[in-house]
Nanobody, 125 residues
Framework: EVRLMESGGGLVQPGGSLRLSCAAS????????IYWVRQAPGKGLEWLSR????????SYVDSVKGRFTISRDNAKNTASLQMSSLKVTDTGAYFC??????????????????WGQGTQVTVSS
């Protein structure tokens, strides 16, 4: 069974940091791009970041560039999203997504790739 399981979400104050983790199983992790997608309250799905299968290339949406860092460990079938300088607007459900195809230009779709269940991040004072 294909599984992607996010962890590490929680409540944090503005300016704080969180590290999200994604544990994968049931597919050849090293052959897949890994993405982090966010759904803010009342809004649609938004690409945040992606990392190439070999970890050699990364992308970030402008709103998180310089604050978020994506990484992966293919030996452990895991990926991470280190988040710092968090803002209230970072609040939302964060999803880990695996896809053999590089995607970025079209909006995220749950029909594409493998999706985790999401982990909630709430940034509030």
């Amino acid at each position: 069974e294909v599984r992607l399981m996010e962890s590490g979400g929680g409540l944090v104050q503005p300016g704080g940091s969180l590290r999200l983790s994604c544990a994968a199983s049931g597919f050849t992790f090293k052959n897949y791009w890994i993405y982090w997608v966010r759904q803010a309250p009342g809004k649609g799905l938004e690409w945040l970041s992606r990392i190439a299968p070999d970890g050699g290339a990364t992308s970030y949406v402008d709103s998180v560039k310089g604050r978020f860092t994506i990484s992966r460990d293919n030996a452990k079938n895991t990926a991470s999203l280190q988040m710092s300088s968090l803002k209230v607007t970072d609040t939302g459900a964060y999803f880990c997504v695996g896809d053999v195809v590089a995607r970025w230009f079209a909006p995220p779709s749950r029909a594409d790739g493998y999706w985790g269940q999401g982990t909630q991040v709430t940034v509030s004072s």
